[in-house]
């Protein structure tokens, strides 16, 4: 495998001339293709000769990160007088070498540019949506497919990854929702830590790994009606429990950098949040690596109203931790921190701290030693049938069957000899990868059609109908920057016949698998709704289709949970999909067949309708649940599915639930087993998940939490014992009583089983 710090020949041949150096710079160069990853104190013996050679210009332009779009021309310049450390959004191999000669070469000091660029759910190779990965509840299927992302980024010479997005989102209207795990921050802190493994490997500077960027530091998935960038106000106790979790777990799985997030979180920008950015992240978690502003985000404090002018926003942010500023264009940091020097309001030691950590970034990355990429391997790695198999595979693991009445899935081989797929999206190659995809190979995405037409298209004919066009009422802004291909609007005339079109296909057919949800760019970024329900006529669609008469079965492609309470009363079978991304046809087709065996588990609760938002799982209880009416008297106060709720083709009963301890002192730990038995006739996957609810407290606990899970697979009629254990790790937390982390003495209810609704129920008891 070639990739930045590995020893190929044609790496060596394309090495930073080292010999043509300053002594001190030399020492930078040190790390060669033999070496190890440097230990932290070569690295940070580096960093430091650098710095000694560095001028204070130097010195801030290395927190400068631009983004190039086009003409990349334009900033070498910049480049060749050391006023960038770093670009983002270039991808081609020759333009990254290119700019790269200009860093390495033409800068005083031949210190490397790293190149960012946002990988969320893949490269070249499209997975399912981070969302979506969540629901699979396993967490090695994460790190395997950020393996292959970093793999693929790597290799056309992007060394960072602006990933993993570890928001806690209980707010379906907010669009960023399909780029986390869900609610949870226990599944969200598997996920996050899992996520890491992938992008960086055994450590920074792994070969074919890049470094990875935990995100949005933090609050964002709280943003005021779900509106994306609005501000968040989140008790300390929601934020150290709930939202800062999965940060922490990516902080000790070894991260390497962070993003400030856009927002303001208590009324304070994440941008210029020294509590959060210095207190918590640096003194309290000790991360050791850099941090970056999102996009304009220091700029940005001045339209807070927190800065009064450009001088003083960069002065906050830096003061607040910010390392880098990411920005369309030189604005804050590079125009004011000279002055701010100056007058006193940053020290040189601070600067020069930000620049010691992204220095030992590129050193750690082998980016000195290594600074170009070889372009004919880029093009080999980008086409690697491999990895479209982990696709497929990632994709088959994240569905989740949400209904499936009378057994219509899986669908028999033979018995339907026509079959109509139907929808907006069941052909759009588009709207199968999801948003935050910029490289993907589109001509490669199997749409949902193009799927079930190769796997059931032998023994049936299979025929497409959009039905109905959907679109967004207000553009997107990466519409403009990546314009997607325009579609012609449907003249009134036209939309009716296409309606018509779409019902007699399902009427001259023997089923319709309808394929309904989100545009992609309906959900992400500035992609926030006031609504749930289907976008457009889809809906009537639905009711119509169904009132035929025929089976139908429910394919849903979106970012977020949808109002399916009609579907979920009429429709017989219910397939959450979500964006599956470029296997997604194949991996649909192959679990409507039955090839596959549904096994994925919603992350997040699914709301009846937007009213009932939030509707988290785990949520205090100030009055006894009985009475319903005492929620809402119009609509029950449960949701539509539960978290972790899914279906299966098998069945499964949960049974014999033992503790180890009826009692134990806080410190010590039990062990809880189940057996788990799949009573259905084919092999299929269960996830065992273990919740707790503290009885009683310094503070009210939440009726449950998350504490466990385990996705096992077993053949028909086989039992297995899962095991858990719950210790001070699974039963401390932030008080906002004593306003520290605190495991009490009280009673603790386990329950384990399929999801947060289990009832196998046993208790223990936690004394002084
Ligand atoms: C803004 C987004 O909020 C962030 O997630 C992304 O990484 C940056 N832009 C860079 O594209």
């Known amino acids: 495998m070639f990739t930045k710090g590995n020893t190929s020949l044609t790496r060596k041949t394309k090495l930073l001339p080292c010999a043509s150096s300053v002594l001190l710079v030399a020492a930078a160069c040190a790390q060669t293709e033999s070496s190890a990853i440097p230990g932290d104190q070569e690295v940070h013996e580096r960093a430091d000769a650098l710095l000694k050679q560095m001028t204070l210009d130097e010195k801030i332009g290395q927190l400068s990160q631009l983004f190039v779009f086009k003409e990349p021309e334009k900033v070498e310049d910049a480049v060749a007088k050391g006023q960038v450390g770093s670009l983002l959004f270039v991808t081609d191999p020759a333009v990254i070498n290119r700019l790269q000669h200009v860093a390495v070469e033409r800068s005083r000091l031949h210190i490397p540019l790293i190149f960012g660029f946002d990988v969320i759910h893949g490269f070249r190779t499209i997975f399912p949506v981070p969302l979506a990965m969540a629901a699979s509840w396993d967490p090695s299927v994460a790190t395997k497919a950020q393996t292959i992302a970093a793999e693929e980024a790597s290799s056309v010479g992007i060394d960072w990854a602006f990933a993993p ?254 079959i109509a797929v139907i929808g907006p999206v069941a052909d759009s190659q588009m709207d199968t990868i999801g948003s935050w995809t910029f490289q993907e190979n589109l001509p490669e995405t199997v749409s949902m059609f193009s799927g079930l037409r190769t796997r059931f298209g032998g023994a049936a004919q299979l025929n497409y109908e959009p039905g109905v066009q959907i679109s967004r009422k207000f553009p997107s802004f990466f519409d403009e920057w990546f314009p997607l291909k325009p579609e012609p609007v449907w003249a009134p005339e036209q939309a009716r016949a296409q309606f018509k079109k779409a019902l007699s296909l399902a009427k001259s057919s023997d ?28 809906q009537q669609l639905l009711e119509e289709v169904t009132a035929i008469g025929k ?65 988290n799982y785990s949520h205090n209880t100030t009055q006894s649940p009985e009475n319903q009416g005492k929620r809402y008297w119009d609509e029950e106060s449960a949701p539509l599915y539960p978290f972790g709720f899914g279906l299966s083709y098998a069945t499964f009963t949960f049974s014999d639930l033992k503790l180890s301890q009826e009692r134990i002192k806080a410190g010590q730990t039990v062990e809880v087993t189940a057996d788990v038995e799949n009573t259905g006739s084919v092999a299929a996957d269960e996830v065992a998940q273990l919740y707790i609810h503290q009885q009683s407290g310094s503070t009210s606990r939440p009726v449950r939490e998350l504490k466990g899970f385990e996705r096992i697979r077993l053949a028909p009629h086989a039992k297995k014992t899962v095991h858990f254990s719950l210790g001070t790790d699974e039963l401390t937390y932030w008080s906002s009583a004593t306003k520290s982390w605190v495991e009490e003495p009280a009673m603790f209810d386990v329950w384990l089983g399929a999801n947060s609704q289990a009832s196998l129920h046993s208790a223990f008891e936690v004394v002084e």
């Open 511 to 538: 089923l319709t698998v309808l394929v309904l949800g989100e545009a992609q760019n309906m959900s992400g970024e500035a992609a926030s709704r006031n609504s749930l329900e289907f976008p457009g006529q889809q």
């Open 165 to 418: 997005m570890l928001d806690i989102a209980r707010d379906p209207r907010w669009g960023r929702i399909v780029e986390g795990a869900g609610e949870d921050p226990y599944l969200g802190s598997a996920m996050a830590a899992a996520q890491v493994r992938g992008f960086q490997g055994e450590a920074i500077g792994s070969p074919g790994h890049v470094l990875a960027c935990m995100k949005h530091f933090a609050g964002y998935g709280a943003a005021e009606g779900g509106r994306d960038y609005d501000a968040s106000y989140i008790s300390e106790t929601q934020l150290r429990n709930i939202y800062l979790r999965p940060f922490h777990a990516a902080v000790e799985a070894g991260v390497g950098s962070a993003m400030s997030a856009y927002m303001d979180v208590n009324d304070v920008p994440a941008t210029g949040n020294r509590w959060l950015l210095q207190d918590v992240l640096r003194d309290e978690w000790k991360f050791k690596g850099f941090v970056v502003s999102d996009a304009d985000a220091v700029k940005s404090l001045k339209t807070h109203g927190y800065a009064k002018d450009l001088s003083e926003a960069a002065v906050r942010a830096l003061n607040a931790g910010v390392d880098m500023e990411m920005a369309l264009d030189f604005t804050a940091y590079a125009r004011n921190l000279n002055a701010a020097l100056n007058s006193g309001k940053v020290t040189l030691q601070q600067i020069e701290e930000s620049d010691r950590r992204i220095l030992e970034a590129k050193i750690r990355l082998g980016l000195f030693a290594h600074p170009y990429v070889d372009e004919a391997r880029a093009k080999e790695m980008l086409n690697t049938p491999e990895h479209r198999t982990v696709a497929r595979l990632a994709a088959e693991r994240t569905a989740v069957l949400l209904r499936n009445e009378g057994n219509l899935l899986p669908l028999k081989n033979g018995e339907y000899k026509k």
């Open 551 to 615: 089976p139908v079965v429910l394919v849903l492609l979106n970012g977020r949970p949808l109002n399916i309470t009609w579907a979920s009363q009429h429709v017989p079978a219910i397939l959450e999909a979500w964006y599956p991304g470029t296997q997604g046809g194949n991996a649909v087709a192959n679990l409507l067949a039955g090839d596959v065996v549904p096994g994925g588990k919603l992350p997040i609760s699914w709301p009846r309708n937007v009213g009932q938002i939030p509707i």
